[in-house]
């Protein structure tokens, strides 16, 4: 597996893997502010995709990473692992990437994840993941499209 800066080209492999998670976050493939914001971050070099050396260009994304590099309080904005791909270590070595590259402390990287209260907060695995790279639970924040609870994960960095 590689972790590459997004191409305008991978729009495509974003939207693959947007509409895996459509159930917990909304409609996105079809939503034109979504592709936009995708492009978005593409063309100011703050997008990130994992792709599988071997089979590059032959199957859709390993997964994707949105991200806003705003010190002090830099924002992970949307990160999605393939479902084939989870536990492989592909969201560990995206957030690993994006953190090298993007993040200069001292400052906070925040991320919304699902409340604990949320089924998607087990089945999805992220609050597990977030806390096993060292985020911290925080306040409470706006629920999701689906309605269900959201929470801000940070981690301090220096």
Do not use: C, N
Request: zero cysteines; a negative charge.
């Amino acid at each position: 597996m590689i972790v590459r800066l997004a191409r305008e080209e991978d729009l495509s492999g974003y939207l693959y893997l947007a509409g895996q998670v459509e159930h917990w976050f909304g409609p996105m493939v079809g939503d034109p502010g979504f592709s936009g914001a995708v492009l978005e971050h593409i063309r100011d070099s703050k997008a990130l995709v994992a792709v599988d050396q071997e089979r590059a260009g032959q199957q859709p994304l390993l997964g994707g990473l949105l991200f806003g590099a705003d010190a002090p309080v830099f924002h992970l904005h949307w990160l999605v692992v393939a479902e084939q791909a989870r536990g492989r270590g592909v969201g560990a070595a995206l957030t690993a990437d994006a953190m090298k590259r993007f993040v200069t402390g001292p400052g906070t990287v925040e991320v919304v994840t699902f409340g604990a209260d949320h089924p998607g907060a087990v089945t999805s695995g992220a609050r597990v993941f977030y806390e096993r790279l060292g985020f911290s639970p925080a306040e409470a924040t706006d629920p999701g499209p689906d309605g269900g609870s959201r929470q801000v994960f940070r981690l301090a960095v220096s």
